[in-house]
């Protein structure tokens, strides 16, 4: 069974700073995206990783991905308050189904 | 451009009564896939649609169907509502060639008392 983990679950950061959210998954996967979600709201792409070594940035958010380790990260430079929502990372379901498995989310605060 | 369409977006129903979402895909897009979240968890797969046949299900109660109709448009019927059935449930759509992503709808919020 496909495992979607992510960390920090919540973050907390003040605005100017950098951090790192991890999505770590437990089986080979094509495709890896990102999603934003504002409470409430729907979820917004973000990003789609494909292949290793990928990596894309939209603004203080960059992802990338490394397949042999199972692993992506979606960094944030210098947050500012609007970056505030809950991050999910998303994996496509094993056996060429297109699924996605999610995981739990990360719910970032920035704080002035 | 144009996204995807879901209705209602607010529903209220009493437990054992029954609901039908409606799911209007971006133009084009083949696959019609929908998901439930409950509050403050992340979405779970319920089932998806390629080409209006049903290509994968998840973890759908017996008392949901769904079904994907000519116009690609598609819906999810509730029956037997229970407590447990209060979500958001998303519908997304995506045209099937690597790389595509799946859009989001806005959801319906299903409130069941």
């Known amino acids: 069974e496909l495992k979607v983990e992510q960390n920090p679950l919540f973050l907390s950061m003040q605005e100017g700073k950098n951090y790192t959210i991890y999505c770590n998954y437990s089986?080979?996967?094509?495709?890896l995206y990102w999603y934003r979600q504002d409470p409430g709201k729907s979820l917004e792409s973000l990003f789609v990783?494909?292949?290793?070594?990928a990596v894309k940035q939209e603004g203080r958010l960059m992802a990338s991905l490394d397949t042999k380790a199972r692993l992506s990260t979606l960094h944030i430079t210098a947050a500012v308050h609007d970056l505030s929502a809950t991050y999910f990372c998303?994996?496509?379901?094993?056996?060429?189904?297109?699924?996605?498995?999610f995981g739990k989310g990360t719910k970032l605060t920035v704080n002035p | 451009a144009a996204g995807v369409i879901q209705s209602p977006r607010h529903l209220i129903k009493e437990k054992r009564e029954t609901a039908t979402l409606k799911c209007y895909p971006i133009p084009r897009h083949d696959t019609v896939y929908w998901y439930q979240q409950g509050p403050g968890q992340d979405p779970q797969f319920l089932i998806s649609?390629?080409?209006?046949?049903?290509?994968d299900k998840g973890s759908i109660p017996d008392r949901f169907s769904a079904q994907q109709f000519s116009d690609y448009h598609s819906e999810l019927n509730m029956s037997s509502l229970e407590l447990g059935d209060s979500a958001l449930y998303f519908c997304?759509?995506?045209?099937?060639?690597?790389?595509?992503?799946?859009?989001f709808g806005p959801g319906t919020r299903l409130l069941v008392l």
């Open positions: 998303a994996v496509d379901g094993q056996g060429g189904s297109e699924k996605l498995v």
């Open positions: 990783l494909l292949s290793n070594g």
């Open positions: 089986t080979t996967s094509d495709r």
């Open positions: 997304a759509s995506t045209l099937r060639t690597v790389g595509e992503t799946q859009y």
């Open positions: 649609f390629y080409e209006k046949m049903q290509s």
